[in-house]
């Protein structure tokens, strides 16, 4: 094989992936996509600095094309998005350096591929804060028969999967070669087979169970609202409220939709950040300490809290008893919006968060006081776009920088009989993060029978983003065996079953409403109990490989500078 083939085909799996992934999404093409990297992997001669950089190039243009989208959020998040994708594309370096060491020490390579791979998924969903988008596990959501492993070993036994079979075409294409006989490669094919066939047997026979034979008890019914509404950095309190008047509108809409089929409408879900109009969730702590930039007494700052939440309540019934006539239903719906919320302590904190707001009880001819009966705020920034490392230091040379303050954890909140926990935004597009929320919330016996989650993807325009965030929550919602209920500015909104299938969903970009019933599933995944330890063991091999790497490196460095020296 010629220098010039070896140098082309990173570019090959960098093409093959993005094949597979959104927006073309050909998953057919995902189980040999790593096979020329691979193939570069396992090539005899050394591997120099300029292969590296190749490598690192294909990775880098991968991940430009995949994340394109990021870039529509903001004229800054170019050198984001860019150095996002350089920094990713370490990885496909890292994969194929990993993988000739571990040749060296005569780990089969139907062993050490899919394990590394997985590995690495790992390493880059927990380093700088994390990103489980475009998984490889990912190219199978719209195959269901294969993602069902996922309440196992979460996204990364899908990807291990997956992996195995490109480590399979691998060894073929080496008999092929002439580099292997049939008779060297046959238990490693044997164990392939073995493992996709208890893959697709696991998948049928999880999808043929009938969930709901443990508790019948439904669910409620939930009105998810889209719309296609432009957002902005700059945007201005008017713009705030109109968006929030729109919203408003859709939910009336829904309504109509949900009277029309016999529904009754028990909760509605809208988006990340669409019900502030200017005025979010305002509450002070006990210990509330006023801040010296609102120059108030006690009692000012007391009342103005009172007012700021009158005036969001009252916001909250209009919208509640507009749906509730439209609907012609017995009683108001929740409200579970997406708001930002000020919360004063010892110190203020903005947090993006989700209101839960109760029905209003009729007493007579009048309804009593709305009450908020939850909140939840964002537990998992975005980087850049809602925190930036070093923060403090940077402000003091005046430099303005966005400040969303860390919620304090998970919260179960309650619509009738149905719990639910709520998420907000790349929540679920990393996977840990709602993962180990619903573990902490099983082990405080508030075990969710829902995920509802809020995003506002209007940020990404009609890039392949948020068809990547769907994907994300289609395999947590298998990892934790809950439906996810998505409710999006943009989209896509969508109610996904908990086997990872899309019930029903909204077309990207544009307005309308889901009425979404899902269904109590009592299972209670083993991936849930045990969390992400195994693929945590493999990260850990691949960073005690990449140490000795470093380590062997330099002491090869130090060895050449003594003889040139002596």
């Known amino acids: 094989m010629s220098a010039r083939t070896l140098a082309l085909l990173p570019f090959c799996t960098a093409l093959l992936l993005w094949f597979a992934q959104p927006p073309l999404a050909i998953w057919p093409v995902a189980f040999i996509a790593l096979v020329p990297l691979i193939v570069v992997a396992q090539r005899a001669d050394k591997l120099t600095r300029r292969d590296c950089l190749l490598i690192w190039c294909a990775g880098s243009i991968y991940w430009l094309v995949t994340l394109e989208g990021l870039r529509h959020a903001h004229p800054a998040m170019y050198a984001c998005w860019i150095a996002l994708s350089d920094y990713l594309a370490i990885y496909f370096v890292l994969f194929v350096l990993i993988l000739r060491r571990l040749t060296v020490y005569g780990v089969p390579s139907w062993i050490s591929i899919p394990s590394v791979w997985v590995g690495l998924e790992c390493v880059r969903n927990y380093l700088l804060s994390g990103i489980s988008a475009a998984m490889l596990g990912h190219t199978m959501a719209d195959v269901p028969v294969m993602t069902q492993v996922a309440d196992l070993f979460g996204s990364y036994g899908v990807s291990f999967v997956v992996a195995l079979v490109n480590t399979a075409f691998v060894l073929l294409w080496n008999v092929y070669r002439r580099q292997a006989t049939y008779a060297q490669v046959r238990v490693p094919l044997v164990v392939a087979g ?3 066939g208890g893959t697709i047997a696991y998948g049928i026979f999880r999808l043929s169970e009938d969930a709901n034979d443990s508790d019948p008890t439904p669910l409620a019914t939930f009105a998810l609202i889209q719309r296609n509404e432009a957002v902005d ?48 969730w305002y509450f002070a702590e006990d210990n509330a300490k006023i801040p010296a930039t609102i120059p108030l007494s006690r009692e000012e700052f007391d009342s ?65 006081r709305p009450e908020l009966a939850d909140w939840y705020a964002k537990t998992h920034l975005v980087l ?111 109610w996904i079953d908990s086997s990872g299938r899309v019930v029903e969903r909204l077309a990207q970009g544009t307005n309308g409403s889901i009425i979404a019933t899902p269904q109590r599933d009592a299972r209670i995944s083993l991936y849930l109990r045990i969390g992400d330890w195994p693929a945590r063991l493999l990260a850990l091999l691949c960073a005690v490989v990449i140490v000795e790497l470093a380590v062997s490196g330099w002491r090869n460095r130090r060895t050449q500078r003594d003889a040139s020296e002596a």
């Open 233 to 280: 950095y700059a945007q201005d309190v008017h713009r705030e409220i109109e968006i929030a008047e729109n919203f408003a509108e859709q939910s009336v809409k829904a309504a109509v939709q949900a009277k029309e089929s016999a529904q009754t409408i028990d909760a509605v879900v809208w988006p990340e950040s669409t019900f502030t109009s200017g005025v979010p």
């Open 384 to 494: 850049f776009g809602e925190y930036v490392p070093f923060a403090g230091t940077l402000q003091r040379f005046g430099i303005m920088l966005p400040r969303v303050d860390v919620g304090p954890g998970p919260k179960h909140m309650v619509v009738n009989e149905t719990v639910v926990s709520p998420n907000i935004c790349i929540e679920t597009a990393v996977e840990r993060v709602t993962v180990n929320q619903v573990a902490e919330l099983r082990s405080e016996d508030h075990t969710p029978d829902v995920i509802v989650t809020v995003t506002n993807d209007g940020w990404f325009d009609d890039s392949s983003i948020p068809e990547h965030h769907l994907r994300c929550a289609q395999l947590v919602g298998v990892s934790i065996r809950r439906p996810i209920l998505s409710a999006a500015n943009n989209g896509p909104t969508a």
């Open 194 to 196: 073995a493992v996709v």
């Open 304 to 368: 103005m809290i009172l007012q700021g939440q009158e005036t969001f309540l009252r916001r909250a019934f209009q919208v509640q008893e507009a749906v509730r006539s439209t609907g012609d239903f017995e009683k108001q719906p929740h409200l579970i919006v997406g708001t930002a919320i000020f919360r004063y302590a010892q110190r203020p904190f903005i947090h993006s968060g989700i209101a839960h707001v109760a029905p209003s009880q009729r007493i007579g001819d009048h309804y009593k």
